[in-house]
């Protein structure tokens, strides 16, 4: 069985607004479910409709706080074989608004680094990190482990790294 990243495909939407976000963050699990579940319908249908796919490929979906849609396939099939049909995907969502990127989840790793001097940026971490470790992928701007509030009065701090592909330790160096 293939791990849970490895069987996802997110359609992003962004927030026309913040009321927008808001609104997306508010709805209750029927509601969500109720879009997700015309989502999956649609795309499906829009997947089998191409001569390529037989079978629905997508065995559930579900929407996101933020109001992205993440579709799952069955425990048999890796998402990188739709990888060639993101058009399809987002095209067959094009009711639910304008979206941003389909992506293909692919997996990650995530590691601790101490001693970060508070007083930095968290991009500016993340530039210094791609500048000087050209060899990981990031697949986000680094973050605090620890809230701001408890970070007030320390030099140094621990931020959470999240790497692209499966990264040992050995491998950061």
Known sequence: ????????????????????????????????????????HRVNKAL????????????????????????????????????????????ALTYYGKYKKVEIRKCFSQFLLHGVLTHLPLPDISDSITTNYPQLIQCQTPCWLTPADRREQEATSTIVMTLSGSTKKADIG
């Open 48 to 91: 089998v409709d191409n001569q390529d796919v037989t079978a629905p490929p997508f065995l559930r979906a579900r929407v996101t706080m933020c109001g992205s849609i993440i579709f799952t396939t069955t425990n048999t099939q890796n998402n990188i074989i739709y990888e060639d049909y993101t058009t399809i995907i987002a095209d």
């Open 1 to 40: 069985m293939y791990p849970q990243a490895k069987r996802e495909v997110t359609c992003h939407f962004p927030a026309a607004s913040p009321a927008e976000a808001a609104t997306h963050a508010e709805r209750d699990y029927i509601t969500c479910q109720v879009v997700a579940d015309a989502a999956l």
